[in-house]
């Protein structure tokens, strides 16, 4: 009964909340007013709030611009845990517009949504990407492709580093940065969460995501480790496959000491 009715009391608050906000953030985006940026953030921690999802980071954002940040991809709750710290935009796969809620959302947050299969569109999409990291906006990339089961880096696609190679001709420093992230779910109740209680907050794919949800929200009190890396500068001399590696390796140390309970940058 308690939980139906923390269940119930989420709702309510995310709805409120949404109501409030959102009028004012379609105007924003209509207007092409800042605060359009700043309002997902805000929706966001209220969400993390009643959802239960306590965020701890590890080092800190690269101040310096354009800067890509490339994370390892566990589940939906990434997206609401990296937009609680940050004012971010994503890249996502073109299919996301059409899930229910998280479509909504990823639209309302202006994502670049991209179609990987149509290679006719390709440098659209790569410009689109371009203008928005030289316009400073703070792009997110995962890099695996898909989600994982939470416990470990899949392998890192180096072609989706072509992201960050077509932002390079438009910085003004011919340079883009590109920061490794590493999302760790690593509690829950106040203890460490294991490897086989780490379901509860990943999210593979083929795990429907309603009963996932109601099952998050039961939990209510999960805890999750954001370490944020040395970023690696990418110009038109860098090697994608390099950068590829690189990236991979700094993710999967970050990741692998988070787990372990000793997160590091």
């Known amino acids: 009964m308690i939980n139906w009715l923390r269940i119930g009391f989420s709702f309510f608050v995310l709805g409120l909340v949404t109501l ?3 009028p004012v953030h379609l105007l924003a985006i209509r207007f092409g007013w800042k605060v359009s940026r700043r309002i997902p953030r805000i929706w966001h921690k209220v969400a993390c709030w009643v959802l239960g999802i306590r965020v701890r980071v590890h080092g800190r954002i690269d101040r310096r611009r354009p800067l890509m940040l490339a994370a390892n991809h566990a589940s939906w709750q990434d997206i609401l845990v ?8 994503f890249i996502a796969k073109s299919e996301v517009k059409t899930w229910p809620v998280f479509g909504t959302l990823a639209r309302w947050q202006q994502s670049v949504f991209v179609v990987r299969e149509d290679k006719r569109r390709t440098g659209d ?6 203008d928005r990291m030289a316009g400073g906006e703070i792009v997110v990339l995962f890099p695996e492709g898909t989600t994982s089961d939470g416990n470990r880096l899949l392998e890192v696609k180096s ?5 960050a190679a077509s932002a390079v001709p438009s910085s003004p420093t011919g340079m883009v940065h590109v920061q490794p992230v590493a999302i760790a779910y690593t509690g829950i109740h106040g203890m460490p969460m294991g490897r086989y209680s780490r379901p509860i907050s990943a999210w593979p794919g083929d795990v429907e995501l309603v009963p996932h ?14 370490t944020f890396g040395e970023s690696i500068d990418y ?3 860098s090697n994608r ?3 590829s590696a690189a990236v ?4 999967r140390r970050m990741l692998s000491a988070a787990l372990r309970g000793r997160p590091s940058a």
């Open 20 to 22: 409030v906000l959102l």
């Open 82 to 89: 990296l937009s609680s710290i940050a004012d971010v935009v």
């Open 125 to 130: 999409q790569a410009r689109e990407i371009g």
């Open 159 to 163: 072609s989706l580093f072509g992201a």
């Open 213 to 226: 949800l109601l099952d998050l929200m039961k939990a209510a009190a999960i805890e999750v480790d954001v």
């Open 235 to 237: 110009t038109d001399k």
């Open 241 to 243: 496959k390099h950068v």
């Open 248 to 251: 991979e390796k700094r993710i």
